[in-house]
């Protein structure tokens, strides 16, 4: 079945870059997903980017999208301590179906 | 708008109790589902809906039982509870596209003694 991984901790210094990094192996995914979940609540959709797309950008947060390698990553500029959370890739196929990775646990120290 | 909304928050159960969680939304939404988050194996999905009256099983169904009775409700059954249920349970919805824009609730932390 379909895979999502996830590495499952990150530290950064705030004010740093912070890049968070996701492999899928289904290469049929038609939309691909960043989640982040605070403490004590559920997941609230970051951004997400169309397959045939290689680069999104919005405000902080940059995703790349490389198709050939299966491999998402979410970039978010200036860490804040506010950003400190989990951060959960995932992928889509279709209507019915959607598979959440693990999830990163983002620190982010002052 | 409440947006989606779990009931109870935190539930402890002894083994072979019954509970129902219920899950509200106020977004009109087609697609409801519920999750189960353990720690080191992100969400699965236990059982979703697609309209009012329909229920279809998900990844890991075993042990649980749903009910879409009405558009806005999506209740989640446990009829013998287990110590390997304990968990935190997240209900979600969302409209009919091929984006998973899925809204969350706040989640129900269960554990079952």
């Known amino acids: 079945g379909e895979d999502v991984e996830q590495s499952l901790f990150l530290s950064v210094r705030e004010g740093d870059s912070s890049v968070i990094n996701c492999t899928y192996t289904d290469s049929s995914s038609t939309y691909l997903y960043w989640y982040k979940q605070e403490p004590g609540a559920g997941l609230q959709l970051l951004t997400y980017?169309?397959?045939?797309?290689d680069m999104k950008q919005d405000q902080r947060l940059t995703v790349l999208l490389n198709k050939k390698d299966k491999h998402l990553s979410l970039r978010i500029a200036d860490t804040q301590t506010g950003d400190s959370a989990i951060y959960f890739c995932a992928e889509s196929e279709g209507y019915q179906k959607v598979t959440f990775g693990t999830g990163t646990k983002l620190q982010v120290i002052p | 708008n409440a947006g989606v909304t779990q009931t109870p928050k935190f539930r402890v159960l002894k083994t072979g109790q019954s509970m129902t969680l219920l899950c509200a939304q106020d977004?009109?939404?087609?697609?409801m589902y519920w999750y189960r988050q353990d720690p080191g194996m992100g969400l699965r999905l236990i059982h979703y809906s697609v309209g009012e009256g329909t229920t279809a099983k998900g990844e890991v169904p075993d042990g649980y039982n749903v009910s879409r009775l009405k558009k806005q409700n999506f209740l989640l059954g446990l009829e013998s509870a287990a110590p390997s249920q304990t968990s935190v349970y997240f209900c979600a919805s969302r409209p009919p596209s091929l984006v998973y824009e899925q809204y969350f609730g706040p989640g129900t932390r269960l554990t079952v003694t």
């Open positions: 977004m009109n939404h087609e697609y």
């Open positions: 980017i169309f397959s045939n797309m």
